[in-house]
């Protein structure tokens, strides 16, 4: 019996555009990203309605938790190398070789000076272990101190590399007196400008901010 | 499409005698290379840090210490508003510095919120201000100054906000003082005085 014949069609998809989205969306997230640093605490910046993007070099970071320790960290590597050096001069640590290496590599330091030895020597994991319970770096109100390990930290570090810009990541619940210490110690050196490190937030509408950010936008 | 037509179809005929090679497809199954591809994409869109912090840029007033006591008092007192910050977020605000010790200033509580917070009476102290110059009672080189203090019960959170309401407010000058023993026994006397109303 004669039956027309259906044409069957191929169930075979062509993939190659699809493959092309993919990697160019893979492409794209590659040199976008930047990866997560790692952080020695968590810490919940407050918002402010400051749109000014944080500078990718050049950073000291100044990390201060709810319980108000302080954890201090630069970016670059090999300034990292020059800067252990030089605290190991000032102070006399005494590190050897490896434990310089170790500093190299490490993300950030919350230990008073006198550990700082035994600190090091540690492997990573080890030495991860022990920054969650770290007493973070000593500081005062006073740049002179005896006690002001981060006083020390500053100066090594900006005579490391003197266009370094200090950021402060504070916790919003800090209390005031433990952010006030590194204000204070910075204004012992004469650093009156700095940065702090927030969210960001909407203007609220009716204010001056906001009337001065829609002005610019009207006259395009 | 992306792969090749590999049919004989509008080619030359190719003699009776000439045996036809078996062409193999080139057609590749792209799957396992599409599903790699959004295996890494996910990868990244997961570690990735898109939304780059903000920073808040800060000046502090130039410091020194052999500077003289009358070179600092220099702002007028009608241009002043001290806001000093406590516990719990609550804000103490009052007019002027209270730099004369018989003159307690009038301090009131306030907090963050959005209504009725400090914000209104920054605004409010903005107004007047603009209108003492309008009247001629002020120069044209005085602004309305912000003191701020926080106590040592105060947050982080409290400076970040308040500085915060100086760029919402744009108020150019201000500064942020250490409180001193006068101003933590204002703020002891008006809780003592409030405390049975807050209970």
């Not at chain 1, 605290?87 to 006198?114: C, N, R, V």
């Amino acid at each position: 019996m004669p039956h027309a014949k259906l044409p069957r069609k191929s169930t075979n998809i062509d993939m190659t555009a699809m493959c092309d989205v993919a990697f160019l969306l893979l492409t794209f997230f590659m040199l976008a990203t930047k990866f997560k640093p790692d952080e020695p605490v968590v810490v919940k910046t407050p918002a402010s309605i400051s749109e000014i993007p944080l500078p990718d070099v050049d950073i000291m970071l100044l990390t201060v938790d709810t319980r108000g320790r302080i954890f201090f960290s630069i970016d670059n590597k090999l300034m990292r190398n020059d800067l252990i050096n030089v605290i190991d001069y000032d102070k006399d640590l005494k590190l050897t070789k490896e434990e310089k290496a170790s500093f190299a590599i490490d993300a950030s330091e919350g230990i008073p000076f006198s550990q700082l030895k035994s600190y090091l020597a540690l492997p990573p994991d080890q030495q991860k272990a022990m920054e969650v319970n770290a007493p973070g770096i000593p500081a005062d109100t006073s740049v002179l101190a005896p006690n002001n390990d981060l006083a020390e930290w500053i100066k090594a570090a900006r005579n490391t590399n003197p266009k370094l810009r200090i950021c402060i990541k504070a916790d919003g619940d800090a209390s005031y007196p433990s952010v006030s210490k590194i204000i204070k110690t910075l204004e012992g050196y004469k650093i009156f400008k700095f940065n702090l490190i927030t969210n960001l937030k909407a203007i609220p509408s009716g204010t001056a901010a906001y009337q001065d950010a829609n002005q610019v936008k009207k006259p395009s | 499409m992306a792969e090749m037509d590999t049919s004989s179809g509008g080619g030359h005929k190719k003699g009776p005698g000439v045996k036809k090679g078996k062409k193999l497809s080139t057609r590749i199954d792209l799957t396992p290379m599409v599903d790699l591809g959004f295996l890494l994409i996910t990868f990244f869109m997961y570690t990735t840090t898109l939304a780059k912090p903000k920073t808040m840029e800060i000046n502090m007033p130039y410091k020194d210490p052999n500077m003289k006591q009358e070179d600092q008092n220099k702002i007028k007192e009608s241009v002043a508003l001290t806001i000093l910050l406590s516990k719990n977020h609550r804000v103490y605000y009052y007019e002027g510095m209270a730099t004369d010790p018989n003159k307690p200033p009038d301090l009131k509580v306030t907090n963050f919120s959005q209504k009725d917070g400090i914000r209104d009476e920054i605004i409010k102290k903005k107004k007047e201000v603009d209108a003492m110059k309008a009247s001629g009672a002020l120069g044209p080189k005085d602004e309305t100054t912000v003191l701020i203090k926080p106590d040592t019960t105060s947050t982080y959170s409290d400076l970040v906000n308040m500085l915060d309401e100086m760029s919402i407010n744009d108020i150019k000058v201000y500064a942020i003082i250490d409180i001193t023993d006068i101003d933590q026994n204002f703020i002891k006397e008006t809780e003592a005085a409030n405390a049975p109303v807050h209970q």
